[in-house]
């Protein structure tokens, strides 16, 4: 069954939509505690994404759009994209500041461009995702362009069961 992504789940395709160039509806194939899935498109355009919203937010902050992470699969583009991890923060980073983001004991650092926070390398995001998988929470840490310090903390419960759903979705 097809269906159009729900309001409040719009926004987490937002890149994923800027990306796809003929993709108007996505297939909701999962759903977990935390953590959607869904592919859309077909043949090489196929793609799919999980994504989430942090269950808690803090920071000194008056106003601050939606924050969520995608992890993305692109089996069919040239280098086989798998694990593309994105963070999109509701608010612009500060210039040349970078994200750190702590699973487990595991710590990652990621660049910012605007108000996205993406790993240098793919090595990066497939670390990330195996964390996800073996952990429980997930924090991430960010400066806003005014210098406003937040730490979102996102629940990687059910994690697992979406990334495994687009990892049968977007096979090669």
Request: proline fraction near 2%; glycine fraction near 10%; hydrophobic fraction near 30%.
């Given at each position: ?27 909701k ?33 008056k106003?601050r ?42 710590k ?17 995001d497939?670390?990330l ?8 929470t997930m ?23 979406a ?10």
């Open positions: 069954m097809i269906k159009i992504i729900s309001p409040s789940f719009i926004v987490l395709a937002s890149f994923v939509l800027s990306c796809a160039t003929n993709a108007q509806t996505y297939e194939v999962k759903t977990t505690d935390h953590w959607e899935a869904y592919k859309s498109g077909s043949g090489k355009g196929r793609f799919c994404f999980v994504g989430s919203e942090p269950i808690k937010k803090k920071g000194a902050y106003r759009d939606k924050t969520y992470v995608l992890v993305t699969h692109r089996p069919n583009d040239k280098k086989n994209k798998v694990d593309i991890f994105e963070l999109v923060a509701g608010y612009t980073y500060k210039k040349d500041s970078s994200v750190t983001i702590k699973i487990g004991g595991q990652f650092e990621l660049f910012t461009s605007g108000g996205t926070a993406w790993a240098k390398t793919s090595k990066t497939q670390a995702a195996r964390a996800m998988k073996r952990g429980n924090t991430v840490a960010g400066t806003s362009s005014r210098g406003t310090k937040t730490l979102d903390t996102y629940s990687l419960k059910g994690f697992t069961a990334y495994n759903a687009i990892g049968t979705n977007c096979k090669k």
